[in-house]
């Protein structure tokens, strides 16, 4: 498995401003996603971030909104970018660690909430 | 594409209950399935997996099976506590992503 920490948990932001969520792993792993979670349903993919390459993105999520750093093997960034209230979720990210091809480990999520 | 039903929640059951929740899926190939659950106020934590036909996954109590013929991953326990409240997740590996499932949010009650 994988120990996985976000920053921020939680935050409450003005529509129009940008979030960037820092997520922090204890190994090097290749593959980490980001997933959001909108209030009571089930979690979204928005992007896949390998090191060394473009994230790429799911239907219905675009890079202009959803910026994604991965500057190396332990570390990724999300950014929420000009928000608004269908905004509002948690955000999730992940990683599968190299031991095991099939399974996603998550972190503990970001709650965030744009008025 | 790939998709996965799981049953409507929410599941309301006393301790000590005897719990299951269905999860069928549809998909191409021959996915690895998983069980996630989320506690309340936390992130996703892996419950149990299964990687090919008729394997079972267990953990804490919970069993599910992987039924190629059913395209089935059922959620079980003998015996439920107020401690498994939480809403239940099952989801299935392709191209390299998870499809979740839309969850089931269980409540045991003392």
């Known amino acids: 498995s994988a120990v996985i920490s976000q920053k921020p948990s939680r935050d409450i932001c003005q529509r129009g401003t940008s979030l960037t969520i820092q997520c922090q792993v204890d190994s090097q792993v290749t593959m980490m996603f980001w997933y959001r979670q909108q209030p009571g349903q089930s979690l979204t993919l928005i992007a896949t971030?390998?090191?060394?390459?473009?994230?790429?993105?799911e239907s219905g999520f675009v890079i202009d909104k959803f910026p994604i750093s991965r500057p190396n093997l332990t570390f990724s960034t999300l950014t929420v970018s000009n928000m608004s209230p269908e905004d509002s979720s948690i955000y999730l990210c992940?990683?599968?660690?190299?031991?095991?091809?099939?399974?996603?480990?998550f972190g503990p999520g970001t709650r965030l909430l744009v008025l | 594409g790939d998709s996965v039903t799981q049953m409507e929640g929410p599941v309301t059951l006393s301790e000590e209950a005897f719990l299951t929740i269905n999860c069928t899926y549809t998909?191409?190939?021959?996915?690895?399935l998983f069980w996630y659950v989320q506690y309340p106020g936390e992130g996703l934590q892996l419950l149990l997996k299964?990687?090919?036909?008729?394997d079972k996954g267990s953990n804490k109590g919970f069993e599910a099976t992987y039924r190629k013929e059913t395209t089935s991953f059922h959620l079980e326990k003998g015996s439920v506590q107020v401690s498994d409240s939480a809403v239940y997740f099952c989801a299935l590996s392709w191209d390299q992503k998870l499809v979740f499932g839309q969850g089931t949010r269980l409540t045991i009650n003392p």
């Open positions: 992940s990683v599968k660690p190299g031991t095991d091809r099939e399974t996603q480990y």
């Open positions: 299964a990687t090919k036909a008729d």
């Open positions: 971030a390998n090191q060394g390459s473009e994230a790429t993105y």
């Open positions: 998909a191409t190939g021959y996915p690895s």
